[in-house]
């Protein structure tokens, strides 16, 4: 398996406030770093490069994307006011928790080209499995706006660049939060199949107003919502009853993986319960699909039990292990709610959208 990766991605600076909010907050004595920052992602590289699945992988070196690939999957409109954005010298504040910098429009391109150098690594045959570990994470930027952290679109780049080559490709997104960003970037594209599996959040402002809901579900188009709590089985069962059997059934030939770790039960931004063996089962589960699959670097903001989780996910993805014990796990797995969550994803709505 080959790891992308580019130093540039540690330029975007999004700074200090309270939590995912810049700012000065007077009551506050120490601010926060915010969330999405570049610790998190030099963390998961140690990870990766000293755990005891290294062995299993091939570190590469990104590339940063050019304008035309950018406009892929983005309006140039959108595209021009970003980089204005990152011109000046001191951060600028996007939407309410996303902030850009100086050294802000490097990462975004190193992050997009890092991403499609990992597909073109798939395409030509000289690896079935590559992960683009990348920042800025992508997963809700759409057409014409930023949202959530995400400025460019990633995974939908990936995906938009291998159906042009003529794949059928699905993009499967386990982040905790709901990947509105790639439905609107697919909503009117029948060639891809874009399937989120998240908890239930609905729309959270003006530069996120899909719910995540089943009724937003259509032909190209699968949520799956999971109850807050929702842990290891639930995850399983989402998989193997609702997304990986619509993944065969839309008979991709090409998958993008939305890889998040916000979904775990030490995460701060979310309100699952997965543990590294739920993220082990998920890697095996994507990779016993057979397809050439690229994997794009979204959420996780506890930063060592998500780089622990990633490390279970790698493993499952190779087909090892466990290789790794995990210290931290013991919140209780309920599925209570797990039947009626699966039933909702798949119900009349779903299978006739008109």
């Given at each position: ?33 915010h969330p999405e920052n570049a610790a998190r992602l030099r963390t998961f590289r140690h990870a990766l490069a000293h755990g005891p699945v290294a062995p299993h992988l091939t570190w590469r070196e990104g590339r940063f ?70 920042r800025p994470p992508g997963h809700h930027a759409q057409r014409s706006l930023p949202d959530g952290y995400c400025l460019v679109n990633n995974a939908a780049l990936v995906a938009e660049t291998a159906r042009r080559a ?18 609107d970037v697919f909503q009117d594209t029948e060639d891809v199949l874009t399937v989120s599996i998240h908890m239930r959040h609905g729309p959270w402002g003006a530069n996120h107003v899909q719910t995540g809901g089943p ?140």
């Amino acid at each position: 398996m080959e790891l992308y990766w580019h130093d540039a991605c540690l330029e975007h600076d999004t700074g200090t406030g309270l939590w995912e909010l810049p700012g000065d907050w007077a009551w506050l004595d120490t601010p926060e770093p915010h969330p999405e920052n570049a610790a998190r992602l030099r963390t998961f590289r140690h990870a990766l490069a000293h755990g005891p699945v290294a062995p299993h992988l091939t570190w590469r070196e990104g590339r940063f994307a050019t304008q035309e690939e950018l406009t892929r999957v983005h309006t140039p409109e959108y595209i021009a006011a970003l980089h204005k954005a990152c011109g000046g010298t001191e951060r600028v504040l996007l939407e309410t928790n996303t902030v850009v910098g100086p050294g802000s429009w490097d990462a975004i391109r190193a992050a997009a080209g890092t991403a499609l150098a990992a597909y073109e690594s798939v395409a030509a045959g000289r690896t079935r499995l590559a992960y683009a570990l990348v920042r800025p994470p992508g997963h809700h930027a759409q057409r014409s706006l930023p949202d959530g952290y995400c400025l460019v679109n990633n995974a939908a780049l990936v995906a938009e660049t291998a159906r042009r080559a003529g794949r059928r490709v699905a993009v499967l997104d386990w982040d905790v939060h709901h990947g509105n960003g790639t439905q609107d970037v697919f909503q009117d594209t029948e060639d891809v199949l874009t399937v989120s599996i998240h908890m239930r959040h609905g729309p959270w402002g003006a530069n996120h107003v899909q719910t995540g809901g089943p009724e937003e579900s259509g032909p190209a188009n699968l949520n799956v919502e999971l109850s807050l709590g929702a842990g290891d089985t639930a995850y399983r069962r989402a998989l193997d009853e609702v997304a990986l059997p619509a993944v065969e059934a839309f008979g991709a030939d090409f998958l993008v993986c939305a890889s998040g770790f916000d979904g775990s039960a030490f995460d701060p931004n979310g309100r699952h319960n997965l543990t590294a063996a739920g993220y082990r089962d998920i890697g095996r589960r994507a990779a016993g699909l057979g397809l050439p699959t690229v994997l794009t670097q979204e959420g996780g903001y506890l930063r060592g039990y998500a780089a622990l989780c990633l490390h279970a996910l790698v493993e499952g993805l190779v087909g090892v292990g466990p290789l790794l014990d995990d210290p931290l796990a013991y919140v209780p797995d309920d599925t209570q709610l797990v039947d009626r969550d699966l039933a909702r994803a798949t119900g009349p709505a779903v299978r006739d959208p008109a």
